[in-house]
């Protein structure tokens, strides 16, 4: 598949935010914000990349299993045993006492709630993009009209608000999560369906300042909803979590557009399945050189210069991993050869 520049530029915009998210070093707002869209823009790119083509359900299923379940258990069983070993004797996980079986099982339940996922909680997008992946597929072969598939999508979408208030467990591979997020994706392939029809507004004269507008009514919404978490199958206000994650998403999108020839931007964005499964452990790094060797306390980096300094240090330490990873343990990423980069949906 031909790489798309601008989606590849939105996908290393995305997995920086991701990681700037997850550094503890932003604040509350920011930090907020970022969680208002960043994993409904992930969905919403796979479906845009959705395509059936000649492929029947069997066939598709393997395809799919291939690049997004191999690479889930690689990682999780790599990163499970880094955690026994050594990752749940420091931090925060040195205080909870976790059995060694809870996580390991985890692997098989794949969802990142209550530690079950404790060495690896970014894992759950991938079995829960299985998911989704899968259900489109089903869905868009029944329902061929447009029109009745987004109703399809808002439906579920509205059952899976309906779960996330008054169902008291979480079923296994975020199935729960996956009811959300199939609206994201849909739409996603629904943009694409559409491209040409908003062609004109894709000029760069319009870009950036439509960007502008939908990047202050994502941000407007998401602080009016407070902390969403799809992982945590949280979403507070219906109408608010989704006007913030389209709103945002759209915004981005924009944004990757002018940005889309900055190939640095577009090589995370190649890679940013090898970035989501390893930036915790590569932060956990970046944090104990903070600690041990500059002997700085990490309440002392809670400021958004730290969380541009954990984010960059990330991004570094991840650089060199990718080229070796796709060059010598391609496997682990589903793939039957070397390359020089990889992605969701590659």
């Keep these: 598949m031909k790489r798309i520049d601008w989606l590849d530029a939105a996908k290393g915009i995305g997995i920086i935010l991701v990681v700037a998210g997850h550094t503890g070093s932003t604040s509350s707002t920011v930090t907020n914000y970022i969680f208002s869209f960043h994993m409904p823009l992930f969905f919403f790119l796979s479906g845009y990349l959705f395509t059936a083509g000649k492929y029947g359900f069997g066939s598709y299923v393997r395809k799919k299993a291939k690049s997004l379940l191999i690479p889930y258990f690689v990682f999780a069983f790599a990163t499970y045993a880094y955690w026994a070993v050594i990752g749940r004797k420091f931090g925060n996980d040195a205080e909870l006492d976790i059995p060694l079986l809870k996580p390991l099982a985890g692997i098989l339940y794949s969802n990142g709630v209550d530690h079950w996922l404790v060495f690896d909680t970014p894992l759950w997008f991938l079995t829960c ?19 009745v598939l987004f109703l399809a999508l808002v439906a579920l979408s509205v059952i899976g608000y309906l779960d996330s208030l008054y169902l008291p467990f979480r079923f296994p591979w975020g199935f729960d999560v996956a009811l959300t997020a199939m609206l994201f994706y849909g739409c996603g392939y629904l943009a694409k369906s559409n491209a040409l029809r908003f062609r004109r507004w894709q000029a760069p004269r319009y870009c950036l300042p439509l960007a502008a507008a939908f990047l202050i009514i994502g941000y407007i919404a998401g602080g009016a909803n407070g902390r969403v978490d ?48 390893v930036h915790l452990i590569l932060l956990s790094f970046a944090k ?12 002392d980096t809670r400021t958004p210069l730290w ?25 682990a990423l589903g793939k039957s050869g070397g390359s020089k980069a990889t992605a969701f949906n590659a």
Excluded: C
């Design 129 to 147: 993009l299985f998911l989704v992946e899968i259900g489109f597929y089903l869905l868009s072969k029944r329902v061929r009209r447009q029109g």
């Design 230 to 277: 799809m992982n945590l199958h949280q979403y507070g206000n219906y109408f608010y979590f989704y006007i913030a994650a389209f709103a945002g998403l759209a915004g981005w999108l924009l944004v990757s557009r002018t940005l889309a020839s900055l190939r640095p931007l577009r090589f995370l964005g190649e890679n940013t399945l090898l970035i989501m499964a």
């Design 288 to 299: 104990a050189v903070v600690v041990f060797l500059l002997d700085i306390p990490l309440q």
């Design 307 to 331: 969380a541009l300094l954990y984010t960059s240090g990330v991004v570094a330490m991840a650089v060199p991993l990718i080229f070796f990873v796709n060059r010598y343990l391609f496997f």
